[in-house]
T-cell receptor, first 113, second 113 residues
Framework: KNQVEQSPQSLIILEGKNCTLQCNYTVSPFSNLRWYKQDTGRGPVSLTIMTFSENTKSNGRYTATLDADTKQSSLHITASQLSDSASYICVAPSGAGSYQLTFGKGTKLSVIP | KAGVTQTPRYLIKTRGQQVTLSCSPISGHRSVSWYQQTPGQGLQFLFEYFSETQRNKGNFPGRFSGRQFSNSRSEMNVSTLELGDSALYLC????????????FGNGTRLTVT
């Protein structure tokens, strides 16, 4: 069964601190994994996509990694800001077509002053 | 380019009623998918339409239905509403490029009383 599991479910950190969110996937066949950020009351927005060809990718203060051997992806946030408070969702396509997606339940991050 | 637009933003209905939600995708996007989001359950896939045809369907009862028009706009209908249907309903469109991301609207918050 295709699955994407995220940890932790929720996280509270102080502004300025770093944090790492985890995503374990068991989808077949695997082609890529995408991270989305969802602010409260808004729809998710794509942060980055990870494929076999790149195991590390940075987008500002966000760095995503992919380990195909352990089937894990992580999202590291550096020097957190209050605006980083959001839910972070990882998603992987699965099944016969790339339009079939498996969603993680997300990690709710709260950054407090 | 204008983003994905969902209407209405908020809706309150009573049990047994029916509701229709609307979604206008990004111009040029022919794929529109719908999701139900509840606390603790994450994003649950409802269905996807591509060029007016339902391409994929999630595990929801037949009370949930949708359609897509020739201009790619989509509607979702829920009949005989139940209290458990209270949720944020998100619509997303995507382009035809390989690995293209989902572009989400800000959702319709449905409350069933």
């Amino acid at each position: 069964k295709n699955q994407v599991e995220q940890s932790p479910q929720s996280l509270i950190i102080l502004e300025g601190k770093n944090c790492t969110l985890q995503c374990n996937y068991t989808v077949s066949p695997f082609s890529n994994l995408r991270w989305y950020k969802q602010d409260t009351g808004r729809g998710p927005v794509s942060l980055t996509i990870m494929t076999f060809s790149e195991n590390t990718k940075s987008n500002g203060r966000y760095t995503a990694t992919l380990d195909a051997d352990t089937k894990q992806s992580s999202l590291h946030i550096t020097a957190s800001q209050l605006s980083d408070s959001a839910s972070y969702i990882c998603v992987a396509p699965s099944g016969a077509g790339s339009y079939q997606l498996t969603f993680g339940k997300g990690t709710k991050l709260s950054v407090i002053p | 380019k204008a983003g994905v637009t969902q209407t209405p933003r908020y809706l309150i209905k009573t049990r047994g009623q029916q509701v229709t939600l609307s979604c206008s995708p990004i111009s040029g996007h022919r794929s529109v998918s719908w999701y139900q989001q509840t606390p603790g359950q994450g994003l649950q896939f409802l269905f996807e339409y591509f060029s007016e045809t339902q391409r994929n369907k999630g595990n929801f009862p037949g009370r949930f239905s949708g359609r897509q028009f020739s201009n790619s706009r989509s509607e979702m209908n829920v009949s005989t509403l139940e209290l458990g249907d209270s949720a944020l309903y998100l619509c997303a469109s995507r382009g035809t490029e390989n690995n293209s991301p989902l572009h989400f609207g800000n959702g319709t918050r449905l409350t069933v009383t």
